[in-house]
């Protein structure tokens, strides 16, 4: 029968456990690899530093610019052969004003923050992914072992068969019946062991893994606590409204940004001018200012405000959202926690009870191979759906855990 607690080793037929494999016995275990061998992991960072470059670019002033002009240096009479050339060498430096720098800069630490935020969200997604590939994982293992009950009922239950059949009190057709459910059983067993072999990929492949090898955590896995409660909604969404609120912010500083852009900068320029015919030289000074008559990125600075209202907007849909998964969540986790403390306290014994005494009543011919037949598919039945019941709680607290952003356990 199935260990009600514990922990087992679920391994695939002829495999061996792999050498080198990393070992997953907890959900903790696996969130930690995630959080350190994720492919993610790297990409996020560059991320972040792709936008702290940007606070780099930022900061930076403008560069000089260096000219040379030469004047009349060919020509006809006085001016034939250079010799009234007058050559000017001189350099020039825009002056950013209206703080134009400052608030670049503003927008580029406020995008350092946009990327920090989407980061996180990026992490508490990968957290629940991980933590349902460990529930599926575990649920399969789980049903491994209960296929691996299923085909030693089966043969019980074949080997009472032929036993009445040999002795002349059941006719061979069910004896034939019962060899074909354990044929059946047999083949459950095999498609079981397959699921449990892809789960188990898809976990290893989120872990940054070839291969893992997987330790199935009865105790943990049939731990539903105690009965579910309205829970706190302070955290909900945190990480989806702490981004959008970082996109807000850096919108707004943008604003700032191109409001600045619309203060013309001043060029200085300082230089000198050779005469060739005199051989004098001359000091040149220079100011420029262009004249914000035409273009005062007005629409630039309309088209960022209305973008402000769009992120305005989606943060209010965004809430309402995030609530109706908040309540979608809980009800799953309410019904599904109902569902297996049902099948756990009542359904479960009961059906174990009648099985038991439908095989001992067939082996002592009160009963028919059809009473037993019925009382096994009942038991088998109750085991699978509280299998999934007990799936369905992780995969629930997995979403609450991301929806209120919460660690897990």
């Known amino acids: 029968m199935l260990a009600a607690a514990g922990a087992l080793f679920v391994a695939l037929p002829g495999a061996a456990i792999a050498q080198g494999n990393p070992t997953i016995r907890s959900l903790a275990e696996a969130l930690a690899m995630a959080e350190q061998g994720s492919p993610q992991k790297n990409a996020w960072a560059a991320t972040v530093f792709a936008a702290q470059a940007d606070v780099e670019q930022a900061r930076l002033l403008p560069n000089p610019e260096l000219s040379i002009a030469a004047e009349n240096f060919a020509g006809s009479g006085d001016y034939a052969a250079g010799r009234s050339v007058e050559l000017s060498v001189g350099v020039s430096q825009p002056i950013e004003l209206g703080g134009k720098r400052a608030a670049r800069v503003e927008v580029a630490e406020r995008g350092v923050a946009v990327a920090q935020a989407e980061t996180e969200l990026r992490r508490l997604d990968l957290r629940q992914q991980v933590a349902e590939a460990f529930v599926d994982a575990t649920a399969a293992g789980r049903a491994v072992e209960l296929e691996r009950d299923r085909v030693a009922l089966a043969a019980d239950i074949a080997g009472a068969a032929q036993e009445r059949y040999s002795a002349g009190k059941e006719p061979q057709i069910q004896a034939d019946k019962a060899g074909l459910a354990k044929a059946a059983a047999a083949a459950a067993l095999q498609r079981a062991q397959r699921d449990f072999a892809a789960a188990r990929k898809r976990l290893a492949a989120l872990l940054g893994q070839e291969e893992i090898d997987f330790v199935v955590d009865q105790s943990w896995f049939e731990d539903i606590g105690t009965a579910p409660a ?65 273009n005062r990125n007005q629409g630039a600075v309309l088209r960022a405000r209305h973008e402000v209202e769009q992120i305005q907007a989606r943060t209010a849909a965004a809430r309402l959202t995030l609530a109706a998964d908040l309540v979608g969540a809980r009800e799953g986790f309410a019904a599904a926690w109902t569902e297996a403390d049902t099948l756990k306290r009542q359904i479960l014994p009961g059906a174990e009870r009648a099985f038991a005494t439908a095989r001992e009543g067939y082996r002592a011919g ?39 952003a919460a660690s897990g356990r």
């Open 230 to 294: 309205p829970g706190a909604e302070a955290g909900q969404g945190r990480g989806e409204l702490a981004l959008l609120q970082a996109e807000l912010a850096q919108k707004q500083a943008e604003i700032e940004s191109l409001r600045a852009d619309a203060v013309p900068n001043m060029v200085l320029g300082a230089g000198v001018t050779r005469f060739a015919d005199t051989d004098d030289t001359a000091f040149l000074a220079s100011v420029s200012i262009p004249l914000p008559v035409f």
């Open 366 to 404: 009160k009963f028919t191979y059809l009473d037993v037949l019925d009382a096994q598919r009942t038991l088998t039945d109750a085991r699978e759906q509280f299998n999934q019941a007990l799936r369905a709680i992780h995969v629930r607290r997995a979403q609450l855990d991301r929806l209120t």
